[in-house]
């Protein structure tokens, strides 16, 4: 699930300077998800039914509750710290009304995590953060749509002397990331589970954005140690222009270039990322190689009414690598149905617009009703041949949403359609059929 989340610059300024006073600040947050699909894959016997396999049967929904605590508080003038911990249950729904969980867990055992550990100072204009913490960059950021979100151990600088100008570096050393690179080629803790036909290693996840526990920690190395730096720019007002630079030795290089303006409501935004794949001893590719791709987006904004977008994007061929490696994912979930910061992104179903030789359509409008929040979202993938001759899986997703503050409580509930042709495939099919999602989401903060 989407939310809108703030930028690593303003949560690094927030961190920093928002506890001017001295105090001792703690919050939180009690959340309880739900999702249930009627997907029919895998019928080969009478002992597996439609029913056993329909919406609200045990074997397809998934179910788990986390509750967050986190705590600020400053050190001395100008430095602060924090910390937050998240706890993971079914609370005891595995094999009652679920059969599956978001992630983090086996169904059997609890999982904490310690997702957020840091301290930050400020000296004049430029404020360091370190430690544990959350990461909001176009290439190398925390996904927030699941239960638990995935973080990162690193350290942070931003400097704002120049007008108008926010200059970022950081170094990246290790993430509680789910990707192929930490799980197949690195120093993970769970073997990702490639192959949805067998049971997974650490729990039938929906979502595992975060690596299992079996080491006793959900953290491990980030590919070699990764830098990123980044310069965002607004002097020619609306429009700010970023552009960003990634390195993690021995696996990838990449770039990031964007360009987004809003006059008097109307929406437009240009985007462009390139990423080179390094044939190493770490990353056991074919040969060496790169993939890049675009994306435009065109909305219109009436404020307080209702919002409207339309963007497309396309990624480039990649056939050196043998793997069809794409463009434009997190590099924390790589191949790991990682979410993307392309205007064409799915509200659900990750990992389509940025695979190779693909091109992407999507169509999202929100707004606000008798004081609930409402959404639509349509995205459709079309995936070339990529130089081959074998066809590509297409995807096509429309999900709507709706959603409404009850004082500390939000409830939010989701259906998603999803056709897609990798996707709930039928025994003596070669493609998928479509099939319906219901998704319910309660989160009480504190």
């Known amino acids: 699930m989407k939310f809108t989340k703030m930028s690593l610059v303003a949560a690094l300024l927030i961190g920093s300077s928002a506890f001017a006073i001295d105090n001792v600040k703690v919050s939180g947050d009690a959340k309880l998800y739900y999702n249930t699909n009627d997907m029919q894959a895998g019928l080969t016997t009478a002992l597996t039914t439609s029913k056993d396999k ?23 003038k100008n430095i602060s710290a924090g910390a937050h911990v998240v706890g993971l249950t079914t609370l005891g729904l595995q094999g009652q009304l679920v059969n599956n969980v978001w992630e983090g867990t086996n169904g059997v055992t609890d999982t904490f995590i310690v997702d957020e550990a840091w301290v930050a100072a400020t000296v004049g204009n430029t404020t360091g953060k370190i430690g544990r913490m959350k990461l909001d960059t176009p290439l190398v950021f925390t996904e927030t749509w699941s239960i638990v979100e995935n973080t990162f151990e690193a350290a942070v ?48 996840g929906i979502a595992n954005r975060i690596q ?15 830098y990123a ?12 222009i970023q552009a960003w630079y990634y390195d993690a030795p021995q696996y990838v290089d ?18 462009y990322t390139k990423i080179n794949y390094n044939k190493s001893v770490n990353l056991p590719i074919a040969a060496d190689s790169d993939n890049d791709a675009y994306a435009f987006k065109l909305g219109y904004e009436m404020e307080d009414v209702a919002s409207l977008s339309v963007a497309y994007s396309q990624t480039g061929k990649e056939t050196k690598s043998t ?11 790589l191949l790991n149905n990682a979410q993307s910061k392309l205007y064409t992104e799915a509200w659900w179903n990750y990992g389509y617009v940025t695979r190779a030789d693909t091109s992407a359509l999507n169509v999202t409008v929100t707004g606000k009703a008798a004081g609930v929040d409402l959404g639509a979202y349509y995205t459709q993938t079309d995936s070339d041949k990529n130089g ?8 096509k997703e429309f999900t709507v949403t709706a959603g409404k503050d009850f004082g500390p409580l939000n409830a939010t509930v ?18 998928g059929s479509a099939y319906n999602t219901i998704q319910a989401y309660l989160t009480v903060n504190f």
Request: hydrophobic residues 40%; without cysteine.
């Open 54 to 76: 329909g919406l609200f049967s045990a074997q397809n929904s998934a179910a788990q509750a986390a509750i967050g605590l986190g705590v600020t508080a400053d050190l001395t």
């Open 414 to 431: 989701a259906y998603i359609y999803t056709k897609a042709d990798d996707q709930n495939i039928k025994i003596g099919a070669t493609k």
């Open 323 to 333: 793997l069809a490696l794409g463009a434009g994912q997190n590099l924390a979930t």
């Open 229 to 240: 730096a980044g310069i965002v720019n607004n002097s020619i007002k609306p429009v700010t």
């Open 212 to 226: 299992g526990s079996a080491n006793g920690t959900t953290f491990s190395q980030f590919y070699n140690g990764a």
């Open 254 to 271: 990449a770039i990031w270039l964007q360009a987004d303006a809003d006059v008097e409501g109307i929406m437009v935004g240009a985007q």
């Open 388 to 395: 081959g001759t074998v066809e590509r899986a297409d995807m």
């Open 157 to 204: 600088v931003i400097n704002q002397d120049i007008p108008d100008t926010t200059l970022v570096g950081a170094y990246v050393g290790a993430s509680n990331g789910n990707s192929v690179v930490n799980t197949l080629y690195g120093n993970g803790n769970a073997l990702l589970d490639l192959d949805p036909t067998t049971p997974s290693v650490e729990a039938a």
